[in-house]
């Protein structure tokens, strides 16, 4: 669903998509911009670090010669970083909190712990990314501080039930300053758009508003008797 909404309504306003890159695939089948490489055979860069998702990755989109992959995380340095798996929560445990720690009071365990190799952003992105979909539990601050391109679509996982990204301020920030504005949102994700691209209209407006308001009363009432999230130990 979410997959299909990014893909149509970047169809209806007939943005030039040449190059679409997805941080954090997890599930080849799920992928955010799924539509984009089976239907238009857009050139693509994937970025995911866990081993069982790359493997999966390789025989889903392996027959496309314009999928590349980068088996890594994308972080603040280049090196190795160690990463906490929670379901289908993978995330830092270098971030003061994450999806899994705040929506199900996840502590972190030496267990469910490993580490990986990571690579800062601009070591990947070549300048010509066209849209941009990531997916970090939280690392989404890492892919824009070191980001060349200028996309026109940009979709970051910023929210979700009781959770908010914790760099949503530096995320802000970003957006502001390189003239990004709020397109439209959904359960877990904020869609932007670069001025200039195209025209949004009272229906894209009424769209925001209200599924603002919908996250905002699904955060509220979920918050309440909720405790606050687990430190790492």
């Known amino acids: 669903m979410v997959s299909n909404e990014l893909y149509d309504k970047s169809k209806s306003k007939k943005i030039p998509i040449r190059h679409v890159c997805e941080v954090g695939v997890y599930s080849p089948e799920l992928s955010n911009i799924l539509d984009f490489i089976t ?6 860069t994937l970025v995911e670090p866990m081993p069982d998702s790359i493997a999966a ?18 972080y603040d340095y280049h090196g ?16 003061p909190f994450s999806p899994a720690m705040v929506n199900d009071q996840y502590v ?27 997916d970090t539990e939280g690392c989404e601050w890492y892919i824009l ?12 996982e910023t929210h979700g039930k009781t959770y908010s990204n914790p760099y949503l301020s530096e995320i802000d920030g970003w957006m502001a300053a390189n003239g990004y504005k709020r397109w439209f949102i959904n359960r877990t994700d904020t869609i932007y758009y ?37 430190r790492t130990v």
């Not at 190795?80 to 971030?95: C, I, K, N, P, V």
Request: proline residues 4%; hydrophobic residues 40%.
């Open 80 to 95: 190795t970083l160690e990463l906490a798996q929670r379901g289908e929560s993978t995330f830092a445990t270098t971030l």
């Open 194 to 230: 670069k001025e200039g691209t195209f025209t949004t209209d009272w229906q894209d407006a009424f769209l925001l508003w209200w599924r603002g308001a919908l996250v905002r009363f699904r955060k509220f009432r979920k918050s309440i008797g909720k405790k606050s999230p687990p």
């Open 108 to 134: 972190v365990k030496n267990e469910d712990t490993f580490s990986v190799e990571c690579v800062r952003f601009d070591e990947i992105d070549d300048g010509s990314i066209d849209l941009l979909s990531v």
């Open 57 to 74: 990755i390789e025989k889903v989109f392996g027959k496309y010669p314009h999928v590349k992959l980068f088996p890594v995380a994308i």
């Open 39 to 44: 239907r238009d055979h857009t050139r693509t």
């Open 145 to 156: 501080k070191y980001m060349k391109s200028r996309p026109a679509v940009i979709s970051l």
